[in-house]
Nanobody, 116 residues
Framework: QVQLVESGGGWVQSGGSLRRSCVAS????????MSWYRQAPGKDRELVAT????????NYADAVKGRFTISRDNAKNTVYLQINSLEPEDTAVYYC?????????WGQGTQVTVSS
């Protein structure tokens, strides 16, 4: 069973930056696209960014374009989310996710809180 473990959440002031990491175990992520999602209080979980297996293609939600960067290091079995110019609206629990065959696997989720 794939396990995804996240780190790098926390509290930050508006305009600040964070770098999220998601390390996979029990699988080699190099075969799979990876994604980051977030869920703000009282809202549905939303897709933030995706990255292809080799990292050559990335896609972002409109709300984060130009501020968020997804990347990956397949040798380290890790995917990253660099978050810049944080806004209070970015406050949410952030999750990494992958799909292996027909099954979705999620990280445990970590809180990012942005104060104004």
């Amino acid at each position: 069973q794939v396990q995804l473990v996240e780190s790098g959440g926390g509290w930050v002031q508006s305009g600040g930056s964070l770098r999220r990491s998601c390390v996979a175990s029990r699988c080699s992520i190099g075969y799979y696209a990876m994604s980051w999602y977030r869920q703000a209080p009282g809202k549905d979980r939303e897709l933030v960014a995706t990255i292809s297996t080799l990292g050559t293609n990335t896609n972002y939600a409109d709300a984060v374009k130009g501020r968020f960067t997804i990347s990956r290091d397949n040798a380290k079995n890790t995917v990253y989310l660099q978050i810049n110019s944080l806004e209070p609206e970015d406050t949410a629990v952030y999750y990494c996710k992958t799909r292996v065959r027909a099954d979705d696997y999620w990280g445990q989720g970590t809180q990012v809180t942005v104060s104004s």
